[in-house]
């Protein structure tokens, strides 16, 4: 009776552990996708931001430290637009902020803190990483 009861518990064990484990997997990817997800807005905004003090300004320069977070398959800085388009999964999204005047320039892909140094120019707000 004992090995019974025993082998019952094992089973009941390794069913509520593999339980707990997909629900662990799950979460985690789902805070990865939320911070990335935030760091691709947080980023864009203070780009965004910084171009308009210098565009309203109507020159200077100025620098904004960013965290590029991972899977960002493109970006654009263009017009009067700045742009991250992120890999989900196996689709894609954008973090898209709108600017007050014309941006050009463009930002890092590769994961990591960067420098981005945002001047006036003739043409508008140029913006590059330093």
Same mark, same amino acid.
């Given at each position: 009776?004992?090995?019974?009861?025993?082998?019952?518990?094992?089973? +009941? +064990? *390794?069913?509520?552990?593999?339980? +707990?484990?997909?629900?662990?997997?799950?979460?985690?990817?789902?805070?990865?996708?939320?911070?990335?997800?935030?760091?691709?807005?947080?980023? $864009?905004?203070?780009?965004?931001? &910084?171009?308009?003090?210098?565009?309203?300004?109507? *020159?200077? =320069?100025?620098?904004?430290? $960013?965290?590029?977070?991972?899977?960002? $398959? =493109?970006?654009?800085?263009?017009?009067? &637009?700045?742009?991250?388009?992120?890999?989900?999964?196996?689709?894609?999204?954008?973090?898209?902020?709108?600017?007050?005047? =014309?941006?050009?320039?463009?930002?890092?892909?590769?994961?990591?803190?960067?420098?981005?140094?945002?001047?006036?120019?003739?043409?508008?707000?140029?913006?590059?990483? +330093?």
């Amino acid at each position: 009776m004992r090995g019974q009861a025993a082998l019952e518990y094992m089973i +009941l +064990l *390794g069913v509520l552990l593999t339980f +707990l484990t997909g629900i662990f997997i799950y979460s985690s990817q789902a805070s990865s996708l939320s911070l990335r997800t935030t760091q691709s807005i947080e980023t $864009v905004k203070a780009v965004a931001d &910084a171009a308009d003090r210098i565009y309203k300004t109507g *020159g200077g =320069n100025t620098t904004v430290t $960013v965290d590029i977070p991972s899977g960002v $398959v =493109n970006q654009s800085v263009a017009n009067k &637009a700045i742009r991250l388009t992120l890999r989900i999964g196996d689709q894609t999204g954008d973090a898209f902020t709108a600017t007050a005047g =014309n941006v050009t320039g463009s930002l890092p892909t590769a994961q990591g803190r960067y420098k981005i140094v945002v001047e006036m120019i003739s043409s508008g707000v140029q913006v590059r990483p +330093l």
